[in-house]
């Protein structure tokens, strides 16, 4: 029969046939060394632990040198003591005599062992370490379970969070493909397609012009506007090109604007002087001095063509008569590269811009607004027959138009901006529901310049980086938060005039750089009537918004 221990073994290990009373020699002695080992650790740590607290004793006995010395110590100190006793007798106090080494023991402990021993301070840390682990370990099952309920608790909150903030994101981006995305390689190849064809409208006029040509000369166009910005919607207008206007020989272009050229004004003058050419008239004969030539003295077909009679009101460039003069040339230039294109084109009447609705056979129509401009000195600057804020030009007031400087900032923007970023997707779905809430037909007080103004203000005072796809639902939401305080404070300044934070990259005179800031909600400051117009618009859009979240939390 085996014992209970060896059956055990058996069970686990049936390589071992064995029996217990048939034990090698061997395998005692073994575990009698193994007895002894256990026993002799505790027994040098103890002694380790003694060697640690009562370290090796000194000797009593002291060196005659060091004996004089403390003996010669000790009667200084007495004859100080002497002093001071005198000293304390003199003044009345009460000196009383120092306690001995011996008087600090406490009375309790005996005099013949002035230390514990180590199995003290050994028992004490054992209790104390049991104490605390104890303490520790029972209340460990509550704080545990409340740790883990106020962990799982906070880990529910957040997973709620973060599936409403996912849920408004795939929202908003449902919404956006639905109703406002345009292909990027689509719209690149209309905005390229726009171009190419104003500029044979106008390549067709420059081909045809009189040898001793009076009128301006129209250079190529720039593409400017949303479609070029990276915002173009499905419910956008047109794509916006302004055209330079540049003077004829014997002509010049003067811009006035209010008072100094750095000023804030938005509107300008165009004044047209004439300069002497007699000379070159003379050598080359293609161009007429009309400075020294009296109207009477032209012929009816000179006259005709003459700037200051066709374009110019009191010397000043007209700016509905250079729109007309504009529209009458894109007509006979049609009519001579009509055939290069698989299109119809239909004029529409404006006052500010050659508009042109472009019907192509495939079905698709697209709309042109052809801007005149003329440039201010070196810069990109120019005053425009149609400004960036609709502001309707009238006679001789031309609209001043930083469209290039924001096309610039835009591509600046977008380049160092995460990639999709969603900068331009919050600009289009804000602008749709505006577009989408105003049904009366009037004309909005708060224009898609405005709230295009709030985004290039908040993507110059956040990071790029915040502009990451996942942060649309967040982003829209500065941006509307934004335009609510710019509302209530009815202060909302030009992004470019005044701001001393504008990139370097972007072109901009110093004298505007540095100029007082514009405040383009100033009408509202003094029109209560509009100013709650524009608080109506705007909650529109809010309430849009709102209800467009909402659907994502239901």
């Given at each position: 029969m085996l014992c209970k221990g060896h059956q055990e073994v058996m069970h686990r290990h049936p390589w071992c046939r064995m029996s217990c009373p048939r034990v090698p020699p061997w395998m005692g002695m073994e575990a009698k060394y193994v007895q002894v080992r256990m026993f002799l650790g505790p027994l040098i740590f103890l002694a380790a632990l003694a060697l640690v607290h009562h370290p090796l004793m000194v000797s009593d006995h002291t060196d005659m040198a060091t004996l004089n010395r403390l003996q010669n110590h000790e009667k200084r100190m007495k004859q100080e003591m002497e002093l001071l006793q005198t000293e304390f007798d003199q003044k009345g106090w009460i000196l009383e005599p120092l306690r001995t080494p011996r008087d600090w023991v406490t009375t309790d402990q005996p005099m013949d062992d002035e230390t514990w021993d180590v199995w003290h301070y050994i028992i004490i840390l054992f209790f104390l370490a049991c104490y605390i682990y104890s303490s520790e370990k029972e209340p460990s099952d509550d704080s545990n379970t409340e740790t883990s309920s106020s962990t799982s608790g906070d880990d529910d909150d957040s997973d709620m969070e973060t599936e409403t903030y996912d849920n408004r994101q795939k929202v908003l981006e449902a919404f956006y493909d639905y109703h406002t995305d345009v292909d990027t390689s689509d719209l690149t190849h209309m905005c390229d397609f726009v171009e190419t064809f104003v500029n044979d409208l106008l390549e067709d006029f420059r081909n045809n012009l009189p040898y001793q040509n009076t009128l301006p000369l129209l250079e190529n166009c720039i593409g400017v506007g949303s479609a070029f910005e990276g915002w173009h919607t499905q419910q956008s207008k047109a794509f916006s090109v302004l055209v330079p206007v540049v003077p004829p020989k014997g002509h010049s272009f003067h811009l006035e604007i209010s008072d100094s050229e750095g000023t804030s004004s938005k509107h300008g003058h165009v004044l047209v002087e004439m300069e002497c050419m007699c000379k070159r008239e003379r050598l080359l004969g293609d161009v007429v001095c009309f400075l020294h030539h009296p109207d009477e003295k032209l012929s009816e077909d000179q006259q005709a063509v003459f700037l200051m009679h066709v374009l110019c009101t009191s010397s000043h460039l007209d700016v509905d008569k250079a729109i007309h003069w504009l529209q009458s040339l894109v007509k006979k230039a049609w009519k001579n590269i009509r055939y290069k294109y698989n299109l119809d084109l239909l004029p529409k009447p404006s006052n500010t811009s050659c508009k042109l609705k472009l019907a192509f056979k495939s079905g698709r129509t697209i709309y042109v607004d052809i801007i005149l401009g003329v440039q201010q000195g070196d810069s990109?600057?120019?005053?425009?027959?149609?400004?960036?804020?609709?502001?309707?030009?009238?006679?001789?007031?031309?609209?001043?138009?930083?469209?290039?400087?924001?096309?610039?900032?835009?591509?600046?923007?977008?380049?160092?901006?995460?990639?999709?970023?969603?900068?331009?997707?919050?600009?289009?779905?804000?602008?749709?529901?505006?577009?989408?809430?105003?049904?009366?037909?009037?004309?909005?007080?708060?224009?898609?310049?405005?709230?295009?103004?709030?985004?290039?203000?908040?993507?110059?005072?956040?990071?790029?980086?915040?502009?990451?796809?996942?942060?649309?639902?967040?982003?829209?939401?500065?941006?509307?938060?934004?335009?609510?305080?710019?509302?209530?404070?009815?202060?909302?300044?030009?992004?470019?005039i005044g701001n001393l934070s504008l990139p370097i990259?972007?072109?901009?005179?110093?004298?505007?750089?540095?100029?007082?800031?514009?405040?383009?909600?100033?009408?509202?400051?003094?029109?209560?009537?509009?100013?709650?117009?524009?608080?109506?618009?705007?909650?529109?859009?809010?309430?849009?918004?709102?209800?467009l979240v909402a659907e994502c939390e239901e």
């Amino acid at each position: 029969m085996l014992c209970k221990g060896h059956q055990e073994v058996m069970h686990r290990h049936p390589w071992c046939r064995m029996s217990c009373p048939r034990v090698p020699p061997w395998m005692g002695m073994e575990a009698k060394y193994v007895q002894v080992r256990m026993f002799l650790g505790p027994l040098i740590f103890l002694a380790a632990l003694a060697l640690v607290h009562h370290p090796l004793m000194v000797s009593d006995h002291t060196d005659m040198a060091t004996l004089n010395r403390l003996q010669n110590h000790e009667k200084r100190m007495k004859q100080e003591m002497e002093l001071l006793q005198t000293e304390f007798d003199q003044k009345g106090w009460i000196l009383e005599p120092l306690r001995t080494p011996r008087d600090w023991v406490t009375t309790d402990q005996p005099m013949d062992d002035e230390t514990w021993d180590v199995w003290h301070y050994i028992i004490i840390l054992f209790f104390l370490a049991c104490y605390i682990y104890s303490s520790e370990k029972e209340p460990s099952d509550d704080s545990n379970t409340e740790t883990s309920s106020s962990t799982s608790g906070d880990d529910d909150d957040s997973d709620m969070e973060t599936e409403t903030y996912d849920n408004r994101q795939k929202v908003l981006e449902a919404f956006y493909d639905y109703h406002t995305d345009v292909d990027t390689s689509d719209l690149t190849h209309m905005c390229d397609f726009v171009e190419t064809f104003v500029n044979d409208l106008l390549e067709d006029f420059r081909n045809n012009l009189p040898y001793q040509n009076t009128l301006p000369l129209l250079e190529n166009c720039i593409g400017v506007g949303s479609a070029f910005e990276g915002w173009h919607t499905q419910q956008s207008k047109a794509f916006s090109v302004l055209v330079p206007v540049v003077p004829p020989k014997g002509h010049s272009f003067h811009l006035e604007i209010s008072d100094s050229e750095g000023t804030s004004s938005k509107h300008g003058h165009v004044l047209v002087e004439m300069e002497c050419m007699c000379k070159r008239e003379r050598l080359l004969g293609d161009v007429v001095c009309f400075l020294h030539h009296p109207d009477e003295k032209l012929s009816e077909d000179q006259q005709a063509v003459f700037l200051m009679h066709v374009l110019c009101t009191s010397s000043h460039l007209d700016v509905d008569k250079a729109i007309h003069w504009l529209q009458s040339l894109v007509k006979k230039a049609w009519k001579n590269i009509r055939y290069k294109y698989n299109l119809d084109l239909l004029p529409k009447p404006s006052n500010t811009s050659c508009k042109l609705k472009l019907a192509f056979k495939s079905g698709r129509t697209i709309y042109v607004d052809i801007i005149l401009g003329v440039q201010q000195g070196d810069s990109l600057v120019f005053l425009a027959t149609q400004g960036a804020e609709m502001d309707r030009s009238a006679g001789t007031v031309w609209q001043r138009t930083f469209a290039i400087q924001e096309l610039l900032f835009f591509k600046w923007a977008t380049q160092r901006a995460p990639e999709e970023s969603c900068h331009l997707k919050c600009l289009q779905i804000i602008i749709y529901l505006k577009e989408s809430s105003s049904s009366d037909g009037k004309n909005p007080v708060l224009t898609d310049y405005h709230y295009k103004t709030s985004l290039m203000h908040l993507l110059l005072f956040r990071p790029l980086s915040d502009w990451a796809p996942e942060d649309i639902a967040q982003r829209l939401h500065d941006i509307l938060l934004f335009m609510h305080t710019a509302l209530q404070e009815k202060c909302l300044n030009h992004f470019l005039i005044g701001n001393l934070s504008l990139p370097i990259q972007i072109p901009m005179p110093k004298a505007l750089r540095t100029a007082a800031p514009v405040n383009l909600f100033k009408h509202l400051a003094q029109d209560p009537n509009l100013h709650a117009e524009a608080m109506r618009e705007f909650v529109e859009v809010v309430e849009q918004v709102r209800a467009l979240v909402a659907e994502c939390e239901e």
